[in-house]
């Protein structure tokens, strides 16, 4: 039987009470007094598509379905995120897409207000055409071709579903389904193999083990796992990434966290993760996350000392 529905709130708590809908749960951890602007949520046949306009928050997206395994889109219009899924760590910035296998928990970290569309649907809706997309998480190209026609489509559509009739939103959908199918065939080839991503997952570990040493760079990655620095490099551009900017961006990560949960000086955190030189620490760090280290630190210390943290749970359980 096809069912069609598009809910939408401007209140979390609303938006809680009515997720029911969905067969996911969902997590919502934040450190800002409004940490939900506003959201929809469009649940077409087996697909959901979900809107919504956050701050910066961590949390966690879980398929409840145990019977039934999902493939998710992620598409955000504004800010940056850092998501993880099945071992992997990806960065997500404005205008970019990640596609994964949603078999288990996934979890997240905004680092800015983002606006961001999540597209769930069921595993066997691909796995004939794709058969072998098991265990992955990345990104594709939305910033030009068929890719920067999808990512403004989904956009387009999804502004457009609330104020259609249930049979319309079913055609829409159906018809979009087909292309956004077409789009991830064509794409096939540029998906990691499983080997790929298994040592893609490996690297990303002995990374975050070793973030503090300042000597830890491609070469000594590739001695470790005895492999050239270009395999190296191709395993990170297969997620959209280089491998200094994956080890920047991790670093800068890591810093945000311990300006905002430590008592050490900018300085003293730059030297922690390995940026020798504190005014280049500044600088990256004001170009990622828009603010210098001492601003972020005193926005965050002050807010932390006056508001409780919000926690919201979102259970999207059928």
Same mark, same amino acid.
């Given at each position: 039987?096809?069912?069609?529905?598009?809910?939408?709130?401007?209140?979390?708590?609303?938006?809680?009470?009515?997720?029911?809908?969905?067969?996911?749960?969902?997590?919502?951890?934040?450190?800002?007094?409004?940490?939900?602007?506003?959201?929809?949520?469009?649940?077409?046949?087996?697909?959901?598509?979900?809107?919504?306009?956050?701050?910066?928050?961590?949390?966690?997206?879980?398929?409840?379905?145990?019977?039934?395994?999902?493939?998710?889109?992620?598409?955000?219009?504004?800010?940056?995120?850092?998501?993880?899924?099945?071992?992997?760590?990806?960065?997500?910035?404005?205008?970019?897409?990640?596609?994964?296998?949603?078999?288990?928990?996934?979890?997240?970290?905004?680092?800015?207000?983002?606006?961001?569309?999540?597209?769930?649907?069921?595993?066997?809706?691909?796995?004939?055409?794709?058969?072998?997309?098991?265990?992955?998480?990345?990104?594709?190209?939305?910033?030009?071709?068929?890719?920067?026609?999808?990512?403004?489509?989904?956009?387009?559509?999804?502004?457009?579903?609330?104020?259609?009739?249930?049979?319309?939103?079913?055609?829409?959908?159906?018809?979009?389904?087909?292309?956004?199918?077409?789009?991830?065939?064509?794409?096939?080839?540029?998906?990691?193999? $499983?080997?790929?991503? @298994?040592? *893609?997952?490996?690297?990303?570990?002995?990374? !975050?083990?070793? &973030?503090? #040493? =300042?000597? %830890?760079?491609?070469?000594?990655?590739?001695?470790?796992?005895?492999?050239?620095? $270009?395999?190296?490099? @191709?395993? *990170?551009?297969?997620?959209?990434?280089?491998? !200094?900017?994956? &080890?920047? #961006? =991790?670093? %800068?990560?890591?810093?945000?966290?311990?300006?905002?949960?430590?008592?050490?000086?900018?300085?003293?955190?730059?030297?922690?993760?390995?940026?020798?030189?504190?005014?280049?620490?500044?600088?990256?760090?004001?170009?990622?996350?828009?603010?210098?280290?001492?601003?972020?630190?005193?926005?965050?210390?002050?807010?932390?000392?006056?508001?409780?943290?919000?926690?919201?749970?979102?259970?999207?359980?059928?």
């Amino acid at each position: 039987m096809r069912k069609s529905l598009s809910l939408e709130f401007t209140d979390p708590q609303e938006y809680i009470e009515n997720l029911d809908h969905v067969n996911f749960s969902y997590s919502l951890f934040s450190e800002e007094e409004v940490a939900m602007h506003y959201s929809r949520i469009h649940v077409v046949n087996d697909l959901v598509m979900t809107f919504s306009d956050h701050e910066e928050s961590t949390g966690f997206f879980t398929n409840e379905r145990r019977d039934q395994k999902y493939f998710g889109l992620r598409f955000i219009r504004s800010g940056q995120e850092c998501h993880s899924f099945n071992y992997q760590s990806i960065f997500l910035d404005k205008d970019e897409c990640l596609f994964f296998d949603l078999s288990g928990k996934g979890g997240y970290q905004r680092l800015s207000r983002v606006e961001g569309i999540n597209l769930l649907f069921p595993y066997k809706m691909l796995a004939a055409k794709l058969p072998n997309m098991e265990d992955f998480c990345m990104k594709l190209n939305c910033r030009q071709g068929l890719g920067k026609i999808m990512f403004d489509y989904t956009f387009s559509i999804e502004e457009q579903l609330s104020g259609l009739s249930e049979d319309d939103r079913v055609l829409i959908i159906d018809n979009y389904l087909e292309v956004l199918c077409q789009w991830l065939i064509q794409s096939e080839d540029k998906f990691p193999n $499983r080997h790929n991503t @298994k040592v *893609f997952a490996q690297i990303q570990d002995y990374i !975050s083990h070793h &973030l503090s #040493n =300042e000597t %830890l760079n491609l070469s000594l990655v590739a001695t470790e796992f005895n492999l050239s620095q $270009r395999s190296i490099q @191709k395993l *990170f551009e297969e997620q959209g990434l280089t491998f !200094s900017k994956y &080890l920047t #961006n =991790e670093r %800068l990560r890591h810093a945000a966290q311990d300006l905002v949960n430590s008592h050490l000086t900018v300085t003293e955190i730059a030297l922690k993760w390995a940026f020798c030189d504190t005014s280049y620490f500044c600088r990256k760090f004001k170009i990622k996350f828009g603010r210098t280290p001492s601003i972020y630190m005193k926005e965050y210390r002050s807010s932390l000392c006056g508001e409780s943290i919000q926690r919201i749970s979102c259970p999207l359980k059928k």
